[in-house]
């Protein structure tokens, strides 16, 4: 309810909110991740933590930052992430 608020209080759209986070997201450092059996790029994202930027947000990174489309990871595989600086 909040973030409707400065939403609209700000003049921004969601998706300008979205492509603001994007954009912060990208100059954020790097880290490789090796998937595990089970992971997801879901919970990768989730466990990022990234102020201001939506699990979402982190997930389309991660998937342009690799090259990746929604077939599922595999163990083993190693993948750069953002992460918090």
């Known amino acids: 309810m909040l973030v409707v608020g400065l939403a609209i209080f700000s003049g921004m759209s969601e998706d300008a909110m979205s492509r603001s986070a994007a954009a912060y997201i990208e100059d954020l450092p790097r880290a490789v991740v090796v998937v595990h059996a089970g992971d997801s790029l879901w919970e990768l994202a989730e466990g990022q ?8 947000d982190i997930v389309e990174c991660i998937q342009r930052e690799n090259g990746l489309g929604p077939e599922a990871l595999q163990p083993g595989q190693r993948i750069i992430v953002p992460v918090a600086g």
């Open 49 to 56: 933590h990234i102020e201001g930027a939506s699990t979402r």
